[in-house]
């Protein structure tokens, strides 16, 4: 029996010799084939993934001194979050993982916010993710600042989870260019789940406010962060209050399509102190509607303060009440945020052709456009005003709002006509009307009062001249609805 042994030990050892050049020929073509294949071209796969396969007892040595390694290295874990996690065994893989993430742009105080990195495997997460993103137009040198807003996505499978993201953004109307844009502003998105928070996002806006489903892209381009925000909590709390306040749903509606950044206020502690801050200061409740619908950013306004230097400012410069401030934030909203070197130019400009202080201030709080309005075009206007209309200088005081409109296309053209005919009329008689108006008038026979300008109804639709109301089934009503100030320029 033990010659047999002997004997059969003797022949494994020769077939071994005559077998081992082979094997090993073989060997070495199979990891050269691999290497060369499996890499991608735009990232150095590591040498070694993972470790040596250990015990329970050397698993814990091993974690003891990957521990200490990353602490060496200046990456601390303040929070514990590397004791619920398996991190390889081998500290030259901890190595590799670090100098990576280094070489990308993160720092070590980086990892120390979210050390949950070092525990993401360079060849199954980190490179595939990053690879993908690069695809979809994130700039190599942006990868870093995206890893550092939402780190979490190294943990994310890029055909489980971002690839299908990736085409509901798409399915959304967002432009493929767009895209980059949509992802570094908010990389949180790409945990987001489609047929979850951004599914019921979409339905309310589309199906309850009235948001155009073409505008949803174009509103995600602009402020994809509404995708995260929760119909119940958030976007349904806003609308029912701004819609309480007297604005009809649907101008709401067209105002998110142009300015979706407005769902980003904090209802509590911006815009309802922001509503009440106008209402301290007097503007009318009634007022509201058309101050938001002129001017939505109001809503996320640090207010109170700007109200208050404002109104300051116009009563020691501009010599106008805090009632007459109050008429001009109801008609132009904007001037909360203009500089007052800017207001002031209009004003010393008028002061400066013989209007007296009472006459501008009077001027301003009936059409306070005209703080908006470039020197030079004031110039030519009052200049057309004295030398060629030569009409006495109390009718531009009661109608400022001459300056607001064009010389060349609407003033000299409309006043020869008038003045061809021989008509006697006041300024806004042939200047405040639409073309067709202004036609229809010159074919008369006789001289109509003037109408009065458009009107925003408290909680309903656009009161038209002649109690014409805006029918709802209107596809071309949505700028007369929402865009038009009190007085028509």
């Not at 009718?395 to 060349?408: A, C, G, N």
Request: glycine share 6%.
């Amino acid at each position: 029996m033990l010659a047999l042994a002997r004997a059969l030990r003797s022949l494994g050892q020769a077939g071994a010799r005559r077998e081992g050049p082979l094997l090993a020929w073989l060997s070495s073509l199979r990891s050269a084939a691999f290497s060369s294949s499996s890499a991608p071209p735009e990232y150095d796969m590591p040498s070694v993934t993972w470790g040596v396969i250990q015990g329970r007892k050397e698993r814990l040595v091993s974690r003891v001194l990957a521990l200490d390694f990353l602490r060496s290295a200046g990456v601390s874990d303040p929070a514990g979050e590397l004791e619920a996690v398996e991190l390889p065994s081998s500290l030259e893989v901890l190595q590799e993982r670090l100098d990576f993430l280094l070489r990308l742009g993160l720092s070590t105080d980086d990892l120390s916010n979210y050390p949950l990195l070092l525990a993401c495997s360079l060849r199954k997460n980190v490179i595939p993710v990053l690879s993908y993103l690069e695809k979809l137009g994130v700039t190599r040198a942006r990868l870093a600042a995206f890893v550092r807003a939402y780190p979490a996505c190294l943990h994310a499978s890029v055909a489980v989870d971002l690839a299908p993201m990736v085409k509901a953004l798409r399915g959304l109307d967002v432009d493929r260019q767009d895209l980059p844009r949509v992802l570094e502003r908010y990389p949180d998105v790409l945990g987001l789940k489609p047929d979850g928070t951004i599914s019921t996002s979409v339905a309310y806006l589309v199906g309850i406010v009235g948001v155009a489903p073409r505008d949803i892209g174009p509103m995600v381009t602009h402020f994809p962060f509404f995708l995260g925000m929760r119909v119940g909590t958030t976007i349904k709390p806003f609308c029912d209050y701004i819609t309480s306040l007297g604005l009809p749903m649907r101008i709401l509606a067209r105002i998110l399509e142009k300015r979706p950044y407005i769902l980003g206020y904090d209802l509590e502690e911006t815009v309802k102190p922001n509503v009440e801050a106008l209402l301290s200061f007097g503007i009318q409740k009634e007022a509201l509607p058309l101050v938001i619908a002129q001017y939505p950013s109001i809503l996320g306004l640090p207010l109170k303060a700007k109200l208050a230097a404002q109104q300051y400012f116009f009563t020691l410069k501009l010599q106008i009440d805090p009632d007459g401030f109050a008429r001009v934030i109801e008609k132009l909203p904007q001037l909360v945020s203009l500089n007052q070197n800017v207001i002031l130019k209009p004003v010393e400009f008028l002061r400066g052709r013989g209007i007296s202080n009472e006459d501008v201030a009077r001027m301003v709080v009936r059409c306070p456009q005209i703080l908006l309005l470039r020197i030079e075009l004031m110039k030519n206007s009052l200049y057309f005003f004295k030398s060629e209309m030569k009409r006495p200088m109390s009718e531009l005081l009661e109608y400022p709002e001459y300056f607001t409109y064009s010389l060349e296309s609407r003033i000299k053209p409309r006043y020869m006509r008038v003045t061809s005919r021989g008509i006697k009329c006041s300024l806004d008689w042939f200047l405040n009307c639409s073309d067709m108006r202004f036609e229809d008038r010159m074919q008369g026979d006789f001289i109509e009062g003037d109408a009065p300008g458009p009107s925003f109804t408290m909680g309903g639709k656009l009161q038209m001249p002649g109690s014409q109301l805006v029918s709802d089934d209107d596809e071309d009503t949505d700028d007369e609805v929402l865009y038009r100030r009190t007085v028509m320029i």
